[in-house]
């Protein structure tokens, strides 16, 4: 079956601090992994999309990795700011269509002063 | 612009009422979705319409029914829902075709709370 999941669950942090947010998938065969952003009550907002000849892609502070051998992926945000605080969704895509994408059930971030 | 819009953004229905969520965009995508959100989960997908016909239906109940009236606009028409049927409903679209890495872009989701 395949299955995406995230940790940590939840996390809080300064502001101003970095933090890094993990995604291990098992799907199979894959095509491409995707982290949203999703503000409460709000739609995901797409941060960075990677295939599997990609290792690390940057948006302004996100920076998302992705090991294809280990499936695995990071998202890691620098210099945190209050406006991250969102749930940080990883997403991943099965090679053979891109309407069955398996989604993690989030982490979700709080930054604090 | 690569906006998802969908109206309303609150919806409050009887079990007995009918309704209908509208999603609109002007992208050229040719695939749409519909997703349900309830809190705290990710979404679920509903329906997929590609070159607006009906591609993929999740085993939807038919008290949802979606509506692709052309390539722009996609509905899901609300009739008898259940109050467990509340939670935020996420329209999306993506280019379409067979290339998977497309991204997919949601709107801002309508929530909808049956009483």
């Known amino acids: 079956k395949n299955q995406v999941e995230q940790s940590p669950q939840s996390l809080i942090i300064l502001e101003g601090k970095n933090c890094t947010l993990q995604?291990?998938?098992?799907?199979?065969?894959?095509?491409?992994l995707r982290w949203y952003k999703q503000d409460t009550g709000r739609g995901p907002v797409s941060l960075t999309i990677?295939?599997?000849?990609?290792n690390t892609k940057s948006n302004g502070r996100y920076t998302a990795t992705l090991d294809a051998d280990t499936k695995q992926s990071s998202l890691h945000i620098t210099a945190s700011q209050l406006s991250d605080s969102a749930s940080y969704i990883c997403?991943?895509?099965?090679?053979?269509?891109?309407?069955?994408?398996?989604f993690g059930t989030g982490t979700r971030l709080q930054v604090t002063l | 612009d690569t906006e998802v819009t969908q109206t309303p953004k609150h919806l409050v229905m009887g079990m007995t009422n009918k309704k209908s969520l509208k999603c609109e965009q002007h992208?050229?995508?040719?695939?749409m979705y519909w997703y349900k959100q309830k809190a705290k989960k990710p979404p679920e997908l509903m329906f997929v319409?590609?070159?607006?016909?009906?591609?993929i239906n999740e085993s939807v109940p038919s008290r949802f029914s979606p509506e692709c009236p052309n390539s722009s606009l996609l509905n899901l028409h609300l009739h008898a829902l259940q109050p467990e049927d509340s939670a935020l409903y996420l329209c999306?679209?993506?280019?379409?075709?067979?290339?998977?890495?497309?991204?997919?872009?949601f709107g801002e989701g309508s929530w909808l709370t049956v009483v």
């Open positions: 999306a679209s993506s280019p379409g075709g067979r290339n998977s890495g497309n991204t997919i872009y």
């Open positions: 995604c291990n998938y098992t799907v199979s065969p894959f095509s491409n």
């Open positions: 990677m295939t599997f000849s990609e």
């Open positions: 997403v991943v895509s099965p090679f053979y269509t891109a309407s069955k994408l398996t």
């Open positions: 992208m050229g995508h040719r695939a």
């Open positions: 319409y590609s070159y607006e016909k009906l591609s």
